[in-house]
T-cell receptor, first 113, second 112 residues
Framework: DTEVTQTPKHLVMGMTNKKSLKCEQHMGHRAMYWYKQKAKKPPELMFV???????INESVPSRFSPECPNSSLLNLHLHALQPEDSALYLC????????????FGPGTRLTVL | DQQVKQNSPSLSVQEGRISILNCDYT??????FLWYKKYPAEGPTFLIS?????DKNEDGRFTVFLNKSAKHLSLHIVPSQPGDSAVYFCAMKSSGNTPLVFGKGTRLSVIA
């Protein structure tokens, strides 16, 4: 299994809603990532988990809250988002370390109204 | 300041010819380099990678070249096929559990 799966595929939420994005991989990878991608821009790193511990937080606002319940799962909890947070949210996984490519999921297209 | 630059936002190539995508970087600490392909509304798909100890890596129709002295990375696709039409991102990282830094992407259109 060389897949990273993400649910839901699309999400529309209001600014007062609380929702969660989910990501799952069964490749045995021990590093997992959240990226945000706006149209015509490269993916921007948000968070990195290594061995289920948060290792990088790229100064992401607290309205985004990551969680790694186990080595296969990664969640992103969303609360009080702004319309400018609308984007494609990508999850990726890899082996930790240098020479290991990241495998990306298909993304969740988030629209904040 | 952009550490990774893809100076051509778009490229058009005829089917069967060679596509050459380029990427320049400034950080001499980068030692692992990757190319990803992305279709609209999908996540990036890993294509090919190269470490800094090599200057060329080949996988089928895809070849990646690394010129460390010029801090230049390129991807050659030959022969190009219409299904190769997508946005191509170069990405790179330094050693350890460090983040990938992406270029802005080049949109490749292969015309039949």
């Amino acid at each position: 299994d060389t897949e990273v799966t993400q649910t839901p595929k699309h999400l529309v939420m209001g600014m007062t809603n609380k929702k969660s994005l989910k990501c799952e991989q069964h490749m045995g990878h021990r590093a997992m990532y959240w990226y945000k991608q706006k149209a015509k821009k490269p993916p921007e790193l948000m968070f990195v988990y290594s061995y289920e511990k948060l290792s990088i937080n790229e100064s992401v606002p607290s309205r985004f809250s990551p969680e790694c319940p186990n080595s296969s799962l990664l969640n992103l909890h969303l609360h009080a988002l702004q319309p400018e947070d609308s984007a494609l949210y990508l999850c990726a996984s890899s082996w930790p370390g240098t020479h290991n490519e990241q495998f990306f999921g298909p993304g969740t297209r988030l629209t904040v109204l | 300041d952009q550490q990774v630059k893809q100076n051509s936002p778009s490229l058009s190539v005829q089917e069967g010819r060679i596509s050459i995508l380029n990427c320049d970087y400034t950080n001499s600490m980068f030692d692992y380099f990757l190319w990803y392909k992305k279709y609209p509304a999908e996540g990036p798909t890993f294509l090919i990678s190269i470490s800094s100890i090599k200057d060329k890596n080949e996988d089928g129709r895809f070849t990646v070249f690394l010129n460390k002295s010029a801090k230049h990375l390129s991807l050659h696709i030959v022969p190009s096929q219409p299904g190769d039409s997508a946005v191509y991102f170069c990405a790179m990282k330094s050693s350890g559990n460090t983040p990938l830094v992406f270029g802005k992407g080049t949109r490749l259109s292969v015309i039949a």
